[in-house]
């Protein structure tokens, strides 16, 4: 469609269509308009605080037009590369002006694809300037239903209008609403007031009326498929809103609120005041008595989600969905009762009262109604008023190509790689620094330091990238006497009313760069500001120095800069790779990045150095920000840090998040973990330990207890007992537990529960952790409980094994069982808790070796500490025999499972051995099976080919005993 001028007697008080509306007398006069609008434009280029200095420095000093350099006549239209008049002087030494282009061209070019420039200026914004200073002349308005391709208007398009009554006090109106984060909408927002205004003549409160404003947003709507892809609609709507909310607030009865009321409520657009205990506060139940029972479950439906711990974002979109919903029952049901039948009705395809069709009108696209329809349903759920038959008509919501995110945990040898690089060869930005406005003799490289720094932080202590962009400079690092880090405090919002802070003490010498660089960040930025640090709407953490800024902007950077530069460095790793397997001869490299366009990608280390921004947003990655998180707390617990340790790394409030997290291993790695898992089985070595454990708590702590808390905390210590740090539960809302060593000392000797792996000191389980006790806070545990613990690990280990050949077999058939998959992951996490407690008392027992080595003068730690906790593979009816012999000796329940197949593998013996006493007396009690079968492997050499297949070979007993050959 070619977009000319339509040219009229009379401007209307709108422009709904797709032409720009000049005023008839403007025809004849466009040369002496643009002149008037080059000596406007010349006024403000010279005025203080001007927005203009590109023509400033362009004409340097006020002069006569005539004799402008070539530089400032193409800027203004008046020179030989962009040129709208041609100036001169008359016989009366007047200046005389010629048209060269008129409105059509001016307008076409307006519209172009094309993005023509003169001097690094578009030309599309000289001649939107024109337009905007006829605009504030009153002759001529812009098309509400077009907006040029490729442009964006530039912020000095407002110096070129008169401010009106109208832009003033809207423009006031929207910013005192905008809070916090809101205000990053603030400039689309003020382009969004700028188009719809100048599409009409509007310049006082008083000459707008409802129906001018349904038209306008009846025109935006309607002209969706023209917005060259991006937001203007959303936002010429809001617009539209604002106006008529500023008309309601001012008196006018005459003005209808609009139809999306919720959307414009929501709690991170309008200020402190409102909240979501007031969302429906709006809908009238005195007017609307129909409305009453819907309007309560609906205070009861947020009420659920906020008890669920759904984000304030989505609370907020669902709320507004409720609105919308409540908007619709008002017009469609105001006096029937909302029911199944009802909502049924609504649902119907083609109905005069459907649902869809009214948020069709509401929402500016079909996509964006389904959405919010999939919102209320939710809601219609909780209602109990969504039926089969609703459900039947309700439209398939098209599901967008949904992009899986990148958690996949990076090779130990690609991180080892990136981290050299960070410290040695950092790439470039295009952030510009000034090295001597601080001392920088710390650092060596030309990139700005905050980069490589912010990104060696994340690659080093697996938190998310959200806390690693707010650091705060004052609080985040403590440092020991000697002016060293000592530990690192996270800001997240976690920290809220918590006893203790999530602290990660500083183990890694390369992060104690940071001393210098903090002393270099506090002289290159001496007076930072305080910023608010929202991690959630709702919980917001403390006032922060942000430490992770750029010289530009002095706020915490933002995650599109930190991706941007985390891209960067994939793209150096990706061509370092590509030349090491240059020079060896082979292109069997991996591909971490790569160009999304299919270009060729970036051919060295200066090519990519000198890349854009706007380039790197075409290059894709297999491994996005939160990777680094993922790849820390895997690699720390596949080099065998325990679980705690590696909580506090990442801050996790559960060890269930974090075991998802460990099993995000490569295939092969996946298969070697499990398979070592599936076959491994402790065996401790014997101590000369006290008699039981009974005699020890009834005899030495009894007697300590009675001394005082120091005597029995004493001997806790002396008999190498302890508890390790646990969560309580999985729950947000938990309350902080004491470990059982603190516990014990407020309880009596005599109400503690003895174990065969330790110690409860007569408490209720923390809930989440009922006989899980690797995982539980309260146990008391230590070397004296070995055979315990080990006991109970085997039994995890086999029960593991079993579940494991059980899944994989249901895999094969093609179906999941989720509940089996969840209880092994918690098999996972309860064998993890005991693995630690195992490794806790290896330590202590390593170190006891040590001491006594030291004391006797003799080096006989070296030696011992080979043979005090041993993992052997052994095959598997051996394990459950050990298990079962274990659980006899121990006074405990058996594992039954096992305990059948070792019956039957009894059975199986005595058969053998013709011995029908052994048969008849396993049937009877099945620990004559493990005598039996103790016997059989200890003596019955002849038998031991048997070992490796008697599984397999498990059958019917014959009916004949026949001893074997």
Known sequence: MTYNARFEKLLPTINISDEFLIIEDAYTTLGEDWLAYVKHTLSLAFKKDTKFKTIRDAVKKPQSLLSLSDKAKNLLGMGEDFCVIDIDIDRNNQIKVTPIMGYDELIKIYFSSEKQKVHGMGVKAIIDRFFGYQWGKKKLLYPIKKVPEGYQRPDNWNEMIMETELSVKLTTWFTQQLKGKAKANYYHRRQALN???????????????????????????????????????????????DLRYMLIDSGRDDITPPRDIAREKRSDYFGEG???????????????????????????????????????????????????????????????????????????????????????????????????????????????????????????????????????????????????????????????????????????????????????????????????????????????????????????????????????????????????????????????????????????WEDIVPLMITPQVLRPMSKKTHMDYHKRVLCQYQIEVMEKAKKEGHSNYPVVAWRKDKKPFFKSVEELNRASSTAMDNIGISYDIHSLRVTGATRYLEAGVGIKTVMDLTGHASAETLIRIYVQLTREEKEQTLRSAAERIFFGKKEDLIENTDQLIRGEFVSAYNKGKDEIKHSLEENKLFSLYRKASATKTAKELYPGVEIALEKHPTTWRPMIHGICPAVKCPEGRENKCSLCPYLITGKLFIDGVVHQLNNLFAAFQRESVVIEEEKNKGYENHAKIEAQETRLEEILGYQEILDRIKHDMEQECEESSLVQGKDLARGHRKSLIVAEKIPTELAYLKNAYDAQLLGVEKDHFGMKILTIKAMKVAVEMGDKDAFDSIGRDESKAIDLLMSYYTNGIEHKEDIGNFISSIGILPQKTEKSP
């Open 195 to 241: 188009r719809v205004l100048s599409a009409t003549t509007w310049y006082t409160l008083s000459q707008i009326s409802d129906r001018e404003l349904t038209l306008l947003r009846d025109a935006i709507v309607g002209n969706e498929h023209q917005s060259d892809g991006r937001r203007t609609n959303e936002f010429d709507i809001l617009i539209i809103n």
């Open 274 to 540: 409102s909240s979501l205990d007031e969302r429906f506060e709006w809908v009238d139940t005195e007017r609307f008595p129909n409305l009453t029972e819907i309007k309560e479950k609906a205070y009861d439906y947020i009420h659920r989600l906020k008890i669920e711990g759904a984000a304030a974002g989505t609370i907020n979109g669902k709320a507004t969905a409720v609105n919308n919903f409540f908007r619709f029952l008002m017009d469609v049901y105001p006096f029937e009762k909302i029911d199944i039948d009802r909502i049924d009705e609504s649902f119907e395809p083609g109905s005069s009262k459907s649902l869809l069709g009214y948020l069709e009108e509401v929402r500016s696209s079909r996509e964006s109604a389904i959405t919010e329809l999939y919102k209320i349903i939710q809601f219609l759920v909780h209602c109990e008023l969504y039926s089969a038959k609703s459900r039947k008509n309700t439209p398939q919501q098209r599901k967008k190509a949904k992009r899986e995110p990148y958690r996949d945990a990076m090779p130990k040898e690609m991180v080892a790689h990136i981290v050299e690089i960070l410290k040695n060869r950092p790439p470039n930005s295009t952030t510009r620094w000034n090295r001597y406005k601080a001392d920088s003799s710390w650092w060596e490289h030309d990139v700005y330091p905050v980069y490589p720094m912010m990104m060696l932080f994340g690659y080093y202590i697996p938190i998310r990238g959200e806390q690693v962009r707010n650091l705060c400079r004052e609080n985040s690092f403590v440092f020991d006497s000697y002016g060293k880090i000592e530990r690192f405090v996270i800001n997240t919002d976690k920290n809220v009313n918590k006893r203790y802070l999530h602290e990660v003490p500083c183990v890694w010498d390369d992060l104690q760069a940071f001393v210098p660089f903090l002393k270099w960040h506090k002289e290159y930025f001496p007076h930072l500001s305080k910023v608010k640090y929202h991690n959630d709407d709702n919980s917001p």
